[in-house]
């Protein structure tokens, strides 16, 4: 089951992984083989997470992913690293672009998008 996706304003709706909120730029990572891309103080936005991405946590200012709930492997290891996370957002790898500037809302599981467009 997914949340609602969009606002009016052209912001994304999930599901809150884990609180807090932290504004950034985008960083897309579709697989591993695009781990290295990421940068510090980036937001992560992944189809999913597993184990195997757990390192990116550490450099990651927050997390979004297409699926997963509270208890998927990315909300619960968000909230071990202390970062926001919003879950269950279908089809953000494709509506965010790398560089995109946003704000994470993870304690509303919102993700704002600065201009309000998509």
């Known amino acids: 089951m997914y949340a609602q996706t969009e606002t009016a304003q052209g ?12 504004s950034g730029p985008v960083r897309v990572i579709l697989g591993p083989d695009e781990f290295g891309k990421l940068q510090r103080g980036e ?5 999913l997470t597993n184990p195997s991405w757990t390192p990116l ?4 200012s927050a997390v979004i992913t ?9 909300a619960i290891v968000a909230r071990e690293y202390g970062i926001p996370a919003v879950m269950s957002v279908p089809g953000a790898t494709q509506n965010l672009s790398d ?3 946003i704000t994470v809302d993870g304690n509303r599981g ?9």
């Open 11 to 22: 912001d994304l709706r999930g599901i809150s992984g884990s609180p807090g909120v932290v």
């Open 43 to 47: 937001i992560l936005v992944a189809p």
């Open 57 to 60: 946590f550490a450099i990651a």
């Open 66 to 74: 297409e699926v997963g709930g509270i208890l998927s492997h990315g």
């Open 99 to 101: 560089g995109q500037m």
């Open 110 to 118: 919102m993700v704002l998008v600065e201009g309000g467009e998509t």
